[in-house]
């Protein structure tokens, strides 16, 4: 893992925390923003 991908990871982790503690965690909120984060991934490469 390089750690462009680690802080990706970082901040999905902590995207997680936030709607876990807001009670707003729907699937394919969550979906959604592991999509988004992937194409980041991979455009930036």
């Known amino acids: 893992m ?5 802080e990706y990871y970082k901040k999905f982790y902590e995207y997680i925390k ?18 988004e984060m992937e194409k980041r991934i991979e455009n930036e490469d």
């Open 18 to 35: 936030h709607l876990l503690r807001n009670a707003n965690l729907e699937e394919n909120i969550v979906r959604e923003k592991i999509r």
């Open 2 to 6: 390089t750690n462009k991908e680690y």
